[in-house]
């Protein structure tokens, strides 16, 4: 399944996302504006997750063909196998950028299970995390399969989608504060600890793909609910 519904009462990231794309458009396309300067003058248009679309999320073909690509011209399937990133919120912009989202808000997320890809997926995947991995330089032996899985993954489609097909894409972590429902972190300094922590870990100093992302935090108090 590549459309996944998404009920309209979780909590967590699940619930915060919804309500920034839903009700708060306004504070996230200005955020977005004012961090990458090929967005100032864009319109952007949000795909995932509309309540009109059920909270739906987006994964493999069906993500590329939210964000206005085709999916016959990119052939994502020779990069990543079926089952990847299940997208939390997806938008465009008028001509034809892209905009991926995660989302989190608690710091146990950001530590995902290592991929459970059988043997082939595996192959490919494997293949294609080092890919990214020599595409930034990077010479360590760390396996990108591993515990940080969830944000490699999502850099490895920032790099084939921008590197490899040649398309204007913007990889956007957002990071809530103050999520009580979840024990989330209640300052910024809290999420900017663990991050390091990854970062560190992952061998990620500023690097190529960098300027194509932005970590994003939100005081879930600041959301009109």
């Known amino acids: 399944m590549t459309r996944i519904i ?17 009700k708060n ?11 990458f300067d090929e967005l100032a003058n864009e319109q952007i248009i949000w795909t995932s997750p509309i309540e009109q679309d059920d909270f739906a999320e987006y994964r493999d073909n069906d993500f ?26 997806l938008a465009k912009t008028t001509s034809g950028q892209v905009i991926l989202v995660e989302a989190k808000a608690n710091i146990p997320e950001i530590v995902s299970p290592a991929t ?10 494997d293949k294609s995390l080092n890919e990214t991995k020599s595409f930034l330089n990077l010479t360590n032996d760390i396996d990108w ?9 999502r850099l490895a489609h920032l790099y084939f989608l921008r590197e490899k097909c040649n398309k204007p894409t913007f990889l956007v972590n957002i990071y809530f504060i103050g ?13 900017d600890a663990a991050l390091k922590v990854l970062h560190t870990y992952l061998g990620l100093s500023p690097h190529k793909l960098g300027k194509y992302m932005t970590d994003i935090f939100i005081d879930i108090n600041d959301l009109k609910q």
Not at 6 to 22: A, P
Not at 64 to 83: C, R, S
């Open 179 to 191: 999520d009580e429902t979840v024990s989330g972190p209640k300052t910024r300094q809290e999420w």
């Open 116 to 125: 459970g890809a059988g043997e082939n997926s595996k192959t490919i995947i």
């Open 64 to 89: 590329l063909l939210k964000v206005g690509l085709d999916p016959t011209l990119i052939q994502i399937d020779n990069f990543w196998p079926a089952k990847g990133p299940q997208w939390d919120a």
């Open 145 to 153: 399969s591993g515990k940080f899985y969830q944000y490699t993954n």
């Open 6 to 22: 998404q009920k309209s009462d979780g909590r967590g990231s699940l619930k915060d996302i919804q309500v920034l794309v839903n």
């Open 25 to 35: 458009q306004d504070l996230i396309d200005n955020l977005l504006k004012s961090t």
